[in-house]
């Protein structure tokens, strides 16, 4: 994954989820740039949304503000009924469950990042 700015990461997002409301589309740079400094508190990095955002941090970003636009959708003006996440189409019923997944994904992102999660082999 290449290094990308916030405005490239939340049309990304945009791309990626559909229907996406005008309510909804005009939070998500906003969106975005709360997660980028979300990531600066958690990590401890000097990124800005204007600037190049390192690869390696674009994919919690996505995930986290993917998260906070999943979970917008599902609250706002009563919620959407249906919408397709990628590939996957879903109804306004899970898409608080799917919102977590990605807040979960992203946090455990953001911990790989800090030193904060080991993976060992288990022998046997």
Same mark, same amino acid.
């Given at each position: 994954?290449?290094?990308?700015?916030?405005?490239?990461?939340?049309? +990304?997002?945009?791309? #990626?989820? *559909?229907?996406?409301? *005008?309510?909804?589309?005009?939070?998500?740079? $906003? !969106?975005?740039?709360?997660?980028?400094? #979300?990531?600066?508190?958690?990590? @401890? !990095?000097?990124? !800005?949304?204007? @600037?190049?955002?390192? *690869? =390696? #941090?674009?994919?919690?970003? $996505? /995930?986290?503000?993917? *998260? /906070?636009? =999943?979970?917008?959708?599902? =609250?706002? +003006? @009563?919620?959407?009924?249906?919408?397709?996440? @990628?590939?996957?189409?879903?109804?306004?019923?899970?898409?608080?469950?799917?919102? &977590?997944? #990605?807040?979960?994904?992203?946090?455990?992102?953001?911990?790989?990042? !800090?030193?904060?999660?080991?993976?060992? &082999?288990?022998?046997?």
């Amino acid at each position: 994954m290449a290094d990308k700015n916030a405005g490239s990461i939340a049309l +990304d997002i945009f791309n #990626y989820i *559909s229907p996406l409301s *005008s309510n909804i589309s005009g939070l998500l740079l $906003t !969106t975005v740039e709360n997660q980028v400094f #979300y990531v600066n508190q958690f990590v @401890g !990095t000097n990124l !800005t949304s204007g @600037g190049l955002i390192d *690869s =390696i #941090y674009v994919p919690a970003i $996505t /995930n986290l503000a993917l *998260s /906070n636009i =999943i979970n917008i959708m599902a =609250i706002q +003006d @009563g919620g959407a009924n249906s919408a397709s996440i @990628g590939d996957l189409s879903i109804e306004n019923s899970n898409l608080m469950t799917m919102s &977590k997944q #990605y807040h979960d994904l992203g946090q455990t992102q953001l911990m790989a990042l !800090t030193k904060g999660l080991k993976f060992f &082999k288990a022998r046997g």
